[in-house]
T-cell receptor, first 111, second 114 residues
């Protein structure tokens, strides 16, 4: 079964600093990977997706992620954090008509 | 383009009752899936429908059921509610299988069982 693991349940960064959220996947076949963001009392919004077209994927709001097969990783980064980036972030893998999510990482941005 | 619409947004029910949640997918999307989100268990897959057929089902008791109509709208039903069913229920839609396309989520229905 395909799964993802997010390292770190909470990340705190200063405004303007690099945001790095870690995700490792487990899959016996090339995976379809996604990052979603959830703001309080809202649903999930797709940030970006990896579908094997390119290993460096650019998403919305300045986020990007790099697929590294050798490390089975799909870490999410943003060069400069903004206060509006405070939210919960989920990594997910798609297979068998469903998404399997990681436990999520809550990002806090300090002024 | 309208997004995924879930109704109602909030719901309070009493233990033992049943509840029906509704989801209208994005126009043209034929796949609808449901997820339960709780602080303890995180996001868990309930079931997925495509053209009125359930293609996959998560590990939930039979009290949880769903269906999809010919216009792709979907409903999920929970019977004999338990306190542990309190959660945010999210619906997602996709044009096809979603494996490479991605899913668009609604804002969810917050169910509280008292």
């Amino acid at each position: 079964a395909q799964s993802v693991t997010q390292l770190g349940s909470h990340v705190s960064v200063s405004e303007g600093a690099l945001v790095l959220l870690r995700c490792n996947y487990s899959s016996s076949v090339p995976p379809y990977l996604f990052w979603y963001v959830q703001y309080p009392n809202q649903g999930l919004q797709l940030l970006l997706k990896y579908t094997s077209a390119a290993t460096l994927v650019k998403g919305i709001n300045g986020f990007e992620a790099e697929f590294k097969k050798s490390e089975t990783s799909f870490h999410l980064t943003k060069p400069s954090a903004h206060m509006s980036d405070a939210a919960e972030y989920f990594c997910a893998v798609s297979a068998d008509y469903k998404l399997s999510f990681g436990a999520g990482t809550t990002v806090t941005v300090r002024a | 383009k309208a997004g995924v619409t879930q109704t109602p947004r909030y719901l309070i029910k009493t233990r033992g009752q049943q509840v029906t949640l509704s989801c209208s997918p994005i126009s043209g999307h034929r796949s609808v899936s449901w997820y339960q989100q709780t602080p303890g268990q995180g996001l868990q897959f309930l079931f997925e429908y495509f053209s009125e057929t359930q293609r996959n089902k998560g590990n939930f008791p039979g009290r949880f059921s769903g269906r999809q109509f010919s216009n792709s709208r979907s409903e999920m039903n929970v019977s004999t509610l338990e306190l542990g069913d309190s959660a945010l229920y999210l619906c997602a839609s996709s044009q096809t299988t979603g494996s490479d396309y991605g899913y668009t989520f609604g804002s969810g229905t917050r169910l509280t069982v008292v």
